[in-house]
């Protein structure tokens, strides 16, 4: 396909790489992903008989040497088996690598590979380079003397790939690509969805709704004694983000109250922002036992509170029905009050 204006690498391998790997460039200019896909066996590798290894059936993507000159996309329909390492070291053991290999002559002689990269046997032996363009499938460590491998002497190294729009299995969030939220990745370590940040190495949790619940205690009496029968607050949550859309569940708990002179009415206030959404009585009857916890729930509709698409708090409160008579909400590390805020699927 090579002509003056045409090669193998502009259009065809960049538009074939392109539109079949996720890619994690810039505005720019794409970078190339490289990988195995997912599916099958994607090409993981086992020990095999004596000092050979077997490839399972898959597919991968190797970049190429030159980040503009896009991808080679190439595997294995079937297993392969007996892919034979060199015999091993006498004295010293060795770290060899199972690579899947693009030379690219740019002649018909061009091919892919599966093969072995031999390393070099040392008391404390490293892995040897890779060939370029290739990507590594395993690292096996080859024992002093040794005649045949196990699993424990084999290293899974790979990392993969998807088609733009797929889910990216990830070893572990440390190993994220640096993809934007729209990303979404399954992290093999957590089992569990995760999506990018831009930022690599680093995920962040996926939100089932528009954002996940936001939570404020008491974990210690609250009193008013200070400026008795004014609004005191028990708990403010931090802000939240609504989409305008959304309705919220508003759940609130106190633990019980005393007041200095008993039986006094009290009125418990929940707010978002500086409007008032609900309230519930209560008539504590001792200065001494506290009484009349209890717990209640709230919900917003279209049309009745709905937060607006924004920034919102709720303040949880209470206010008794005296200015002369201290009223006091009980509450402790293992017996908190406590606000929460969760927005709910309509």
């Known amino acids: 396909m090579d002509t003056a204006a045409l090669s193998a690498e502009t259009p065809f391998r960049q ?5 079949s790997v996720l890619n994690t460039g810039t505005t720019s200019a794409n970078a190339v992903a490289g990988g195995v896909f997912p599916g099958g066996g994607a090409m993981a590798v086992s020990a095999g008989s004596g000092l050979a290894v077997n490839v399972a059936a898959g597919y991968c993507c190797v970049p190429a040497a030159s980040a503009i000159q896009g991808g080679y996309i190439f595997g294995a329909m079937t297993e392969i088996t007996n892919l034979t390492l060199a015999a091993a070291d006498p004295t010293n053991p060795r770290i060899d690598l199972i690579v899947a290999y693009v030379n690219d002559l740019g002649t018909s002689a061009s ?11 040392a008391s404390s ?16 460590t080859v024992n002093a003397g040794a005649a045949s491998l196990t699993s424990g002497n084999i290293t899974d190294e790979r990392s993969y790939v998807v088609a733009p729009g797929g889910v990216l299995p990830i070893t572990s969030s440390t190993a994220a690509p640096a993809v934007p939220a729209t990303q979404l990745m ?28 936001v939570m404020a205690l008491a974990a210690s009496n609250v009193t008013d004694s200070s400026a008795k029968g004014v609004l005191t607050t028990i708990a403010t949550t931090g802000s939240w983000v609504a989409d305008g859309s959304t309705d919220i569940e508003i759940y609130y708990k106190w633990t019980g109250f005393t007041v ?4 006094l009415l009290v009125t418990l206030e929940v707010k978002i922002d500086s409007t008032v959404v609900d309230q519930t009585v209560v008539y504590p ?6 009484s009349c916890g209890g717990s209640a729930r709230y919900y ?16 949880f409160a209470f206010q008794s029905a005296s200015t002369s008579f201290t009223t006091t909400l009980s509450a402790s590390s293992t017996a908190a009050a406590c606000v929460r805020v969760t927005p709910i699927s309509t």
């Not at 399954?186 to 619940?213: F, K, R």
């Open 111 to 121: 091919a892919a590979y599966v093969q072995t990269v031999t390393g070099t046997p």
């Open 15 to 19: 538009y074939v790489v392109g539109t």
């Open 260 to 263: 200095s002179t008993a039986p």
């Open 285 to 290: 009857a001792s200065a001494s036992v506290y």
């Open 125 to 140: 032996p490293s892995a040897p380079a890779a060939p370029a363009p290739s990507i590594i499938l395993a690292a096996v």
């Open 186 to 213: 399954y992290d093999i370590a957590t089992g569990t969805i995760v999506q990018g940040t831009g930022t690599a190495g680093t995920v962040a949790s996926l939100p089932v709704l528009p954002w996940v619940p």
């Open 300 to 315: 917003t509709s279209s049309g009745s509170n709905r937060p607006s698409a924004g920034s919102h708090t709720v303040t």
